[in-house]
């Protein structure tokens, strides 16, 4: 006998709609959290706000998968949502901590002259260039000094300061305060 699926769980509109919500819901998060990392690369001392944020977002998965779990008879199921919520929490906190500096912030752009130390460029091909082939560039690694210390940011292929970049020499550069301390480097054109 061929089984035909008659005694499978039949779901209502509505939980296809919710389900279908939340799928949709998540690969939106992935997209967002792709576009946000050129924002990453960008925020000064972004490491201490990924890793405050990560803790956070541990401590609140840990205590929303024991609160949401705490009435469930069988421990497989409380340890399924404690873990669920344990991972799915710190994996996308990164992304709200860099979202909420970023968007929740409404301090003035301010300029800073910065010392440039050293511009490199990169090219980041998946498969290598081919034999002949011109190379690339997909991007620059900017090395300066703000205020005494040395920071790292990486920008796109199109960037233009407006001058030539010289190591020791000056450069102004746009920064925007962010709500958790961390700035964020600007380019020149005033839609970031």
């Known amino acids: 006998m061929v089984y035909t699926g008659q005694n499978r769980e039949q779901y209502s509109w509505r939980e296809y709609l919710l389900y279908g919500g939340i799928t949709v819901g998540f690969l939106a998060l992935i997209v967002v959290y792709v576009f946000e990392f050129s924002f990453m690369n960008r925020t000064l001392h ?25 009435d469930k008879a069988d421990w497989v199921e409380r340890l399924q949502i404690f873990v669920f919520f344990v991972v799915l929490l710190p994996l996308f906190s990164p992304l709200f901590a860099s979202l909420s500096n970023r968007l929740l912030s ?53 960037w233009n300061p407006g001058v030539e970049v010289i190591p020791g020499s000056p450069l102004n550069l746009r920064f925007k305060p962010g709500l958790w301390g961390k700035e964020i480097l600007l380019l020149n054109n005033a839609s970031n």
């Open 106 to 158: 409404f301090a003035d752009v301010r300029t800073v002259r910065c010392e440039v130390v050293e511009c490199n460029v990169f090219m980041a091909d998946r498969f290598g260039r081919l034999e002949g082939e011109e190379p690339r560039v997909d991007g620059f690694y900017l090395f300066f000094r703000k205020e005494g210390a040395l920071h790292r940011v990486e920008l796109p292929a199109h």
């Open 46 to 70: 972004f490491r201490s706000l990924a890793l405050w944020s990560l803790c956070i977002g541990t401590a609140i998965g840990g205590t929303l998968g024991w609160w949401l779990g705490r």
